[in-house]
């Protein structure tokens, strides 16, 4: 697959084998009196963030290598834009992005990524699709989940690695929105899991999976595991992912000031030191560029046609400190995110606008006996803790008369349909809107939580499983989500479904009037 004759289309190469997408072992390149070594393609390929006139394309070296990426609208590669990324150098552990521009909106676009080291030997060729934003309304897929290598639960070899991701790669989607725990950096991997029913669950080792991550080479080698799987690489390399971070990419629960407990194994238990090193890590290894968000961090919003906007939050780093969550105001987004969610919900002119949300507005996450992961308190009346900010947006989006407005989250290990309304809220200065739920991808389900009554949420449709815990030998307790939007009659069409591809459960909704 892989090479500058790739002569597949966009569905043959999201179904193909694997193993082309596996960079090959650095040899020498021979020359009069000369032996060179070749950089090598690692991890695979992987395009995040598309625009209306391109994306941006990640790559990683095992040697200081200069990414070269060139793109074309056939397979032929007859007429190809060349861009020139950055030295890819151990000081951001052999990774790098480009951002490709200046091309048609809504094109599939053809890219072929390679390296050139700094004595002049080239990489093989890796090649991959993905498609530009439209510029006039069209048919969108857009899928989304979380939860990767959770519990225990890593690269099944047995399973042929984590099948979820060539599930998804049938489906043909445009986006893919990564809701969080993309890794379990708090979570060590074994060779074999007993399952309460004797039956075994086999990993895929590695040395990073042995304990958890306190390092950051540690950090480093989470991304580095998930990528040796052979679906995910795959799937990277075809679809335009949006990223965002949960707890799990740090350690369980982490929020800023926090101390890992101490009966948790860690040395360093310092919650914002452990962050500082998987923030770097996490921005390494995700093709996501900081300087695009609006805080050099990670929430911005990813405009993708006039049918939507899909504003990708960060519920972590302004998060205040887990607790009764009960006090007269709360952060979960901090006072410079809140705004701008309001504001840029008011100026979007998207037919729909999609909140990515890492953590589930109305459901009830405990932090142990007597604390709150997330906005929900278990506390019924007027919005307390972190519901304030949450309310706060919400009333705002009444007052500004912003339509159309579709929450997504993962988090909790199942997934679920949610109808929030005034009518049965105990805080009613708000529309009545829809949050689904995913995940999740390849970890432990769980599930469900309960619904707190203070934003009025009825679960219309939960899947989840009988037993907590249960692995990914059951597929059909893994989810990813579909969000799928009609380009003539604007219609968005939203989907449940398990690991192998399967709808559980579908909801169509169509725009309000204006």
Not at 25 to 46: D, W
Not at 61 to 71: G, K, N, Q
Not at 264 to 292: C, I, V
Not at 374 to 384: D, L, Y
Request: aromatic share 8%.
């Amino acid at each position: 697959m892989a090479g500058p004759d790739f002569t597949m289309s966009r569905r043959a190469l999201l179904r193909a084998t694997a193993l082309g997408m596996v960079a090959a072992p650095a040899v020498a390149a021979c020359g009069p009196g000369l032996v060179r070594a070749r950089p090598t393609l690692t991890h695979g390929i992987a395009v995040g963030d598309p625009r209306s006139d391109g994306a941006l394309i990640w790559a990683r070296s095992d040697r200081p290598a200069t990414l070269i990426v060139e793109t074309a609208a056939t397979e032929k590669f007859s007429d190809v834009k060349r861009f020139t990324g950055p030295l890819l150098t151990p000081a951001t552990d052999g990774t790098g992005r480009v951002r490709v521009n200046g091309l048609p909106a809504g094109q599939l676009v053809h890219y072929r990524v390679r390296l050139e080291g700094e004595d002049g030997a080239s990489s093989e060729t890796l090649t991959g699709v993905f498609r530009t934003a439209p510029a006039t309304p069209a048919d969108l897929s857009l899928l989304w989940s979380g939860d990767v290598a959770g519990q225990g639960y890593g690269i099944n070899p047995d399973l042929g690695g984590m099948q979820v991701f060539a599930a998804m790669a049938a489906r043909d989607p445009h986006l893919f929105l990564h809701s969080g725990d993309s890794i379990y950096a708090d979570n060590a991997l074994q060779e074999s899991v007993t399952l309460p029913d004797g039956r075994i669950w086999r990993n895929l080792t590695a040395e990073a999976k042995n304990a958890p991550a306190e390092t950051l080479d540690q950090f480093r080698g989470n991304y580095a595991y998930n990528l040796t799987d052979d679906n995910y690489r795959r799937f990277n390399a075809a679809v335009a992912q949006v990223v965002q971070w949960d707890d799990h990419e740090t350690t369980n629960n982490w929020y800023p000031g926090g101390t890992v407990a101490a009966d948790k194994g860690y040395t360093e238990r310092n919650m914002d030191t452990l962050a500082t090193r998987s923030w770097q890590a996490f921005h390494e290894w995700m093709p996501l560029e900081p300087k695009e968000a609006v805080d050099g961090r990670l929430y911005r919003k990813i405009a993708y046609g006039p049918l939507l906007d899909v504003f990708v939050l960060d519920m972590r780093t302004y998060k205040d400190a887990n607790g009764a969550n009960t006090a007269a105001l709360g952060s979960v987004f901090g006072p410079a995110q809140t705004k701008w969610l309001i504001d840029g919900l008011r100026d979007s002119t998207a037919t729909w606008k999609i909140v990515a949300a890492d953590l589930p507005l109305g459901l009830i996450v405990p932090d142990g006996k007597t604390a709150f992961e997330g906005p929900a308190n278990a506390a019924p009346g007027a919005p307390t803790g972190r519901e304030t900010e949450i309310a706060q947006v919400l009333s705002a989006i009444k007052a500004n008369g912003v339509r159309d407005v579709v929450w997504l989250t993962a988090d909790v290990h199942y997934t679920a349909a949610h109808h929030y309304s005034p009518a049965r809220a105990d805080f009613t200065d708000f529309d009545e809107f829809w949050e689904f739920v995913s995940g999740p991808l390849n970890a432990g389900a769980f599930g469900p939580n309960d619904l707190d009554p203070t934003f009025g949420p009825e679960a219309v449709f939960v899947h989840a499983p009988p037993t907590a815990n249960t692995s990914p030998l059951d597929a059909q307790y893994q989810h990813f989500g579909e969000v799928r939007i009609d380009g003539r009659s604007a219609a968005l069409t939203v989907n449940l479904c398990d690991a192998t591809g399967k709808v559980l459960f579908s909801k169509q909704l169509t725009r309000a009037e204006k």
